[in-house]
Antibody
Framework: QVQLQESGPRLVKPSQTLSLTCTVS??????????WSWIRQPAGKAPEWIGR???????SYNPSLEGRVSMSLDTSRNRFSLTIDSVTAADTAVYFC????????????????WGQGTLVTVSS | DIVMAQSPDSLAVSLGERATISCKSS????????????LAWYQQKPGQSPKLLIY???TRESGVPDRFSGSGSGTDFTLTISSLQAEDVAIYYC?????????FGPGTRVEIK
């Protein structure tokens, strides 16, 4: 089982760009073993799936965020990243990175490995 | 998009008693060609990330105690904790992974009576 760790700024100003990185250990993100996802969870609410990326670089995003969200891979550092443009207070949440095993379960939405999460606050 | 609903919002159960949580999807998550329901259950304890308990509606993830069971098909699903333990206090979420975006239900909080 892989381990994931989120990192990035905890405070972002409105209208700016939120950028987070997820560092993976215990497996190469380029191996194709996992679909890599970002999920966020506002305080007291349910998780919201943001999107996912595979080792090929193919992506799929939640339409609720499409146009503002982008994901990328950095195979040299074994990490993947999330950016959300033009943030507002509604983007304040705990952000999780997660992995869905591609070679065993084979379903990109089936999230077996999660990071501990990082709280990002959008405020001036 | 598929929308998930859960009931109740919260429940309090005595230690050793049964807890039952319902989950409904706005459309079927049964994939007939694979004969599988694309429905998962997660447990989230305070300050922690969600943990996968059950997938394919009724398959327990490795290491999950057998007091947790899932059932249902199509649009109606149930998570049952057969004998509630203190460590089961958490919020439980159902999630469909039939189609993107992969939506979670609003959650059910389970407490000790």
């Amino acid at each position: 089982q892989v381990q994931l760790q989120e990192s990035g700024p905890r405070l972002v100003k409105p209208s700016q760009t939120l950028s987070l990185t997820c560092t993976v250990s215990g497996g190469a993100i380029s191996s194709g073993g996992y679909f890599w996802s970002w999920i966020r969870q506002p305080a007291g609410k349910a998780p919201e799936w943001i999107g996912r990326i595979y080792n090929s670089g193919s992506t799929s995003y939640n339409p609720s965020l499409e146009g503002r969200v982008s994901m990328s891979l950095d195979t040299s550092r074994n990490r993947f990243s999330l950016t959300i443009d033009s943030v507002t207070a509604a983007d304040t949440a705990v952000y999780f990175c997660a992995g869905a095993p591609a070679l065993t379960l084979g379903e990109p939405g089936l999230l077996t490995a999660w990071g501990q999460g990082t709280l990002v606050t959008v405020s001036s | 998009d598929i929308v998930m609903a859960q009931s109740p919002d919260s429940l309090a159960v005595s230690l050793g008693e049964r807890a039952t949580i319902s989950c409904k999807s706005s459309q079927s998550v049964f994939y007939s060609s694979k004969n599988k329901n694309y429905l998962a259950w997660y447990q989230q304890k305070p300050g922690q990330s969600p943990k996968l308990l059950i997938y394919w509606a009724s398959t327990r993830e490795s290491g999950v105690p057998d007091r947790f069971s899932g059932s249902g098909s199509g649009t109606d699903f149930t998570l049952t904790i057969s004998s509630l333990q203190a460590e089961d206090v958490a919020i439980y979420y159902c999630q469909q992974y039939f189609g993107s975006p992969f939506a979670f239900g609003p959650g059910t909080r389970v407490e000790i009576k």
